[in-house]
């Protein structure tokens, strides 16, 4: 949903993000950097029984970075791997009641950086990578070595 000002929800996630830090004993961790504005989200998650129990992030980012980071937590606590792949930018957008347009790409950076997350998650227990997963992992990876060899510390 495209609103024009920031809802009172997506304000109150940029406010009070859920779940921001770090997962010491994470099962995957994946990253990723915005193709529009260079910002960057990382998501660490647990998995036990094909479930998503727990979900930690941070952002370097604006606030709808923050917001839909913040809120794509929630939606996947509990969900299967399957489940929160199946989880569209739209479905981010929505739950915080609609992002402005030029903040639309900031949903996708979170849906992201979660993908890049189960993408290590899977590589971790030699399963089978879906082909989109591996492209944009492939992808992250070339824009973080950019970085770090400009002496930037991304991780
Ligand atoms: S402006 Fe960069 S993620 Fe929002």
């Known amino acids: 949903m ?13 406010r009070n993000p859920r779940n921001v830090g770090e997962l010491e004993d994470a099962d995957g961790v994946g990253i ?3 193709d529009i504005c260079g910002d960057i989200t990382r998501f660490w998650i647990k998995v036990e029984d094909g479930k998503i129990t727990d979900v930690r992030f941070k ?6 970075s923050i917001a839909s980071a913040s809120i794509l937590t929630e939606m ?7 489940e929160a792949r199946r989880i569209m930018k739209e479905e981010i957008a929505d739950a915080l ?10 949903s996708v950076l979170a849906d992201d950086a979660l993908d890049d997350a189960i993408y290590d998650y899977l590589s971790r227990r030699g399963l089978p990578i879906p082909k989109d997963l591996v492209e944009k992992h492939e ?5 973080v070595k950019r970085l770090e060899d ?6």
């Open 2 to 14: 495209i609103v024009m000002m920031p809802s009172e929800k997506a304000l109150e996630h940029y």
């Open 59 to 64: 952002t370097f980012g604006c606030w709808a």
């Open 97 to 106: 009641g609609g992002l402005p347009e030029p903040k639309v790409h900031c």
């Open 150 to 155: 400009m002496g930037f510390k991304v991780g």
């Open 76 to 82: 996947v606590k509990g969900k299967t791997i399957e």
């Open 32 to 34: 990723y950097i915005s």
């Open 139 to 143: 992808k992250v990876r070339v824009a």
